[in-house]
């Protein structure tokens, strides 16, 4: 048995690094497969070699991704971020849109309700449509344009 500097004795077994170097050849000759069979140490290198050439294989056997499929993935997804932070103008243009219409639409029926006519009702209503909306409005698709890019 042989001391270890932690104190405790570890066995071991006079034809351990016989064991040891026919696993690392990969043959086992039939004396040996009997010994290990027989010797608890030399079972546990066996044991241990073996489990440590599944590893092996089982990591082999796993492909790596190419070089080209990450880059590929990585466009993909800094595009789609691209088109997500393109559409957020594109959702407050049709929020503004949606909300000067509610305020036209308020303002015309207020003028209906004060019996004014309905010519002048329709001029003011396009005006303030113009007035507010459609520059917003262009500048937001602008802005939404040059992001795509």
Not at 34 to 42: D, K, R, S
Not at 109 to 115: E, G
């Amino acid at each position: 048995m042989a001391r270890k500097p932690g104190g405790y004795e570890m066995p071991g077994c006079e034809r351990e690094p016989e064991v040891v170097g026919a696993l690392a050849r990969g043959e086992l000759p039939e004396d040996l497969l009997q010994h290990t069979a027989a010797c608890p140490v030399c079972s546990e290198v066996r044991s241990i070699t073996q489990e440590l050439q599944h590893l092996l294989q089982d990591s082999v056997e796993e492909p790596l991704e190419s070089a080209a499929s990450v880059w590929w993935r990585l466009n993909l997804r800094m595009r789609r971020e691209r088109v997500n932070r393109t559409k957020l103008p594109l959702v407050w243009m049709g929020r503004i849109s949606a909300a000067t219409i509610l305020l036209v639409t308020f303002f015309a029926l207020w003028q209906v309700a004060m019996s004014t006519t309905f010519s002048n009702v329709l001029i003011v209503g396009l005006l303030a449509l113009a007035a507010v909306a459609l520059p917003v409005m262009i500048v937001l698709w602008r802005w939404s344009q040059s992001e795509i890019r």
